[in-house]
């Protein structure tokens, strides 16, 4: 049984990228799978492959249902089609559009074929992982979760130069500090 691996990266950075190794028989909706799992994207959306060549051009569509859209050619569905019925060549390489609205665009290129399964893997497997991908709904820190906002809070009552001295102009008396204080502890409430 013969072994694909894709590599999959984002049209705009190919240094980010992810590959996969699947075995032949194995449809394009695992793949769709895969590589959703291999960005950390939902599966909440519309998603379309596209047959290419060397030159990226959008070539027979294999999808993932049949969408409200003008077709030239109906197109193959991801469930029924599987990955080696597909390979016209050793190079062979697909478009991978995620989100309609968003237009998330991968690049997936064959990059290896082998005729030996590990067979203590189950496939579709991710085998590398390179660069920080992006994230599906905006940007996310680096520490995810564990992230916290701290707000900044300056006390901007005491007039200075702006070089982090106090000036003798700036410096409070007891009385004016205390007048502040008072002021400060008034609420909405005295209005």
Do not use: C
């Not at 950075?13 to 959703?36: E, M, N, P, S, W």
């Not at 051009?57 to 050619?73: D, M, N, T």
């Amino acid at each position: 049984m013969a072994i694909l691996k894709f590599r999959v990266y984002l049209e705009e950075d190919d240094a980010v990228y992810r590959d996969i190794a699947i075995k032949h028989t194995q449809h394009f909706l695992d793949l769709h799978l895969t590589i959703l799992k291999a960005y950390e994207f939902d599966n909440k959306h519309q998603a379309t492959f596209y047959r290419s060549n060397d030159a990226w051009q959008r070539g027979r569509e294999i999808s993932l249902a049949v969408y409200e859209k003008p077709y030239v050619v109906a197109p193959l569905l991801m469930a029924e089609t599987t990955i080696g019925s597909e390979i016209k060549d050793p190079n062979q390489k697909f478009i991978y559009v995620y989100d309609f609205d968003k237009n998330w665009v991968f690049l997936v290129a064959l990059i290896q074929v082998s005729k030996d399964e590990n067979t203590k893997l189950n496939y579709p497997v991710i085998t590398r992982i390179e660069g920080i991908g992006t994230q599906q709904y905006g940007t996310k820190s680096l520490l995810g979760e564990k992230f916290a906002d701290i707000e900044e809070k300056y006390d901007l009552t005491e007039a200075g130069d702006g070089f982090g001295e106090e000036s003798d102009a700036a410096e409070n008396t007891d009385e004016e500090e205390e007048n502040a204080e008072d002021a400060e502890g008034q609420g909405l409430d005295d209005f």
